[in-house]
């Protein structure tokens, strides 16, 4: 009888299940070189809070992790970012917080 051939697994396979992580990648922005990774919604778990819009990022959601290139990988640094949020941070004015007695408009 022959052998059958069969593929090594992956790294992602072998530790039981698809990679959370997508590709990592360097941008340069007007405020400095930033490490970038996009997060699948199956590798976000936990409940965060966009720096873009103030809104949560709930699990499941895909969001992209950011943190300046010089600081690799510091965890203080790092901040998760809606998608959108992310792409349009160049184009948007600081947030101005208002207080929770505040007037809404």
């Known amino acids: 009888m022959g052998r059958k051939n069969r593929r090594q697994p992956s790294p992602a396979e ?7 992580f997508g590709p990592q990648t360097t941008e340069e922005h007007g405020d400095g070189e930033w490490v970038v990774r996009r997060i699948t919604g199956a590798g976000a778990t936990k409940t965060y809070r966009c720096p ?3 809104q949560e990022i709930r699990p499941a959601t895909p969001h992209v992790v950011a943190f300046p290139a010089d600081d690799y990988g510091n965890v203080e640094d790092r901040r998760h970012w809606h998608t959108p949020c992310w792409q349009a941070r160049g184009r948007r004015g600081p947030r101005t917080q208002k207080s929770s007695r505040g007037p809404r408009y």
């Open 14 to 20: 072998s530790s039981g299940g698809p990679s959370v």
């Open 52 to 54: 873009g819009c103030d």
